[in-house]
């Protein structure tokens, strides 16, 4: 499976973006989908992941109430919709994808990786 991440860019602290996922390759295999983050100096974190099917999803809580993680498994994609962004939001995002259909926070249980999409939120 790939993964190809887009969407990140420039916003000012309270504006918001929309990052996508589109998955190529094996899309026939069921997985579950997160976005992770990382910040110059820092580990790479969890943000967000959604169940194969959508219907579990599950957010770090610095973001919890401003992200909202979606998927279309018709279209293979993965979106991020990110509103009320902060400074300390700035970060390279990747999207990953999972071994199994069960969601994770760990990153070690994501086998595929996407190149990763900078946001930058200035205050």
């Known amino acids: 499976v790939q993964l190809q991440a887009s969407g990140g860019g420039l916003v000012q602290a309270g504006g918001s973006l929309r990052l996508s996922c589109a998955a190529s390759?094996?899309?026939?295999?069921?997985?579950?989908m997160g976005w992770f983050r990382q910040a110059p100096g820092k580990e790479r974190e969890f943000v967000a992941a959604?169940?194969?099917?959508?219907?579990?999803?599950y957010y770090a809580d610095s973001v919890k109430g401003r992200f909202t993680i979606s998927r279309d498994n018709a279209k293979n994609t993965v979106n991020l919709q990110m509103n009320s962004l902060k400074p300390e939001d700035t970060a390279v995002y990747y999207c990953?994808?999972?071994?199994?259909?069960?969601?994770?926070?760990?990153?070690?249980?994501?086998?595929?990786w996407g190149q990763g999409t900078q946001v930058t939120v200035s205050s």
């Open positions: 990953a994808a999972g071994s199994s259909t069960i969601i994770t926070t760990m990153k070690e249980r994501y086998r595929y």
């Open positions: 959604i169940s194969w099917g959508g219907g579990s999803t």
């Open positions: 390759g094996r899309t026939n295999s069921r997985h579950a």
